[in-house]
T-cell receptor
Framework: GQNIDQPTEMTATEGAIVQINCTYQ??????LFWYQQHAGEAPTFLSY????GLEEKGRFSSFLSRSKGYSYLLLKELQMKDSASYLC??????????FGKGTSLLVTP | DAGVTQSPTHLIKTRGQQVTLRCSPK?????VSWYQQALGQGPQFIFQ???????QRGNFPDRFSGHQFPNYSSELNVNALLLGDSALYLC????????????FGSGTRLTVV
């Protein structure tokens, strides 16, 4: 299969740093996406990785290791508004995005 | 610049009925994908349309069908509704020439009773 695995839930404190991991089957890999989704809203694009390494965009960074089938999303200086579901999605051969079940992040004061 | 627009936002249907959901892509986009998101789950790929043809289909039965119009807008049709079809249906548009710029709509919440 093309299992996309990520933790179900995480909790972190406002102002802290949190890392959300995602693992996937490496065969046919053609790009990895991270999306943020607040309850009842559209998923919004955070990052795209197709080559190994770290992509930084403000408070959010995403890392990819293609050989290990591993990615993480790093959120710095957490804010209450960062409480949301974070979706890891992989595109294999073809056009579909294959999503994990999402990680529900709760940021506490 | 309008993003992806979906209608209706909410819908309640009875088992066995048929439903049509609509999607207008982001301006400049030519490709539309549909996803089903059950509560607490990640979105599942249904199919993608480009140039009014289905390019790829996920693991969904033939009860799920679609269409893309010349203006790039799209419809998702579901026949013989089952209780298990209750979900958030998301439309995502993109530009074929750009392989990663997917923009999602806010979805249609379908409840089958």
């Amino acid at each position: 299969g093309q299992n996309i695995d990520q933790p179900t839930e995480m909790t972190a404190t406002e102002g802290a740093i949190v890392q959300i991991n995602c693992t996937y089957q490496t065969s046919g890999f053609n790009g990895l996406f991270w999306y943020q989704q607040h309850a009842g809203e559209a998923p919004t694009f955070l990052s795209y990785n197709v080559l190994d390494g770290l992509e930084e965009k403000g408070r959010f960074s995403s890392f990819l290791s293609r050989s290990k089938g591993y990615s993480y999303l790093l959120l710095k200086e957490l804010q209450m508004k960062d409480s949301a579901s974070y979706l890891c999605a992989v595109r294999f051969s073809g056009y579909a995005l294959n999503f994990g079940k999402g990680t529900s992040l709760l940021v506490t004061p | 610049d309008a993003g992806v627009t979906q209608s209706p936002t909410h819908l309640i249907k009875t088992r066995g009925q048929q439903v049509t959901l609509r999607c207008s892509p982001k301006s400049g986009h030519d490709t539309v994908s549909w996803y089903q998101q059950a509560l607490g789950q990640g979105p599942q790929f249904i199919f993608q349309y480009y140039e009014e043809e289905e390019r790829q289909r996920g693991n969904f039965p033939d009860r799920f069908s679609g269409h893309q119009f010349p203006n790039y807008s799209s419809e998702l049709n579901v026949n013989a509704l089952l209780l298990g079809d209750s979900a958030l249906y998301l439309c995502a548009s993109s530009l074929l020439a750009v392989g990663y710029g997917y923009t999602f709509g806010s979805g249609t919440r379908l409840t089958v009773v």
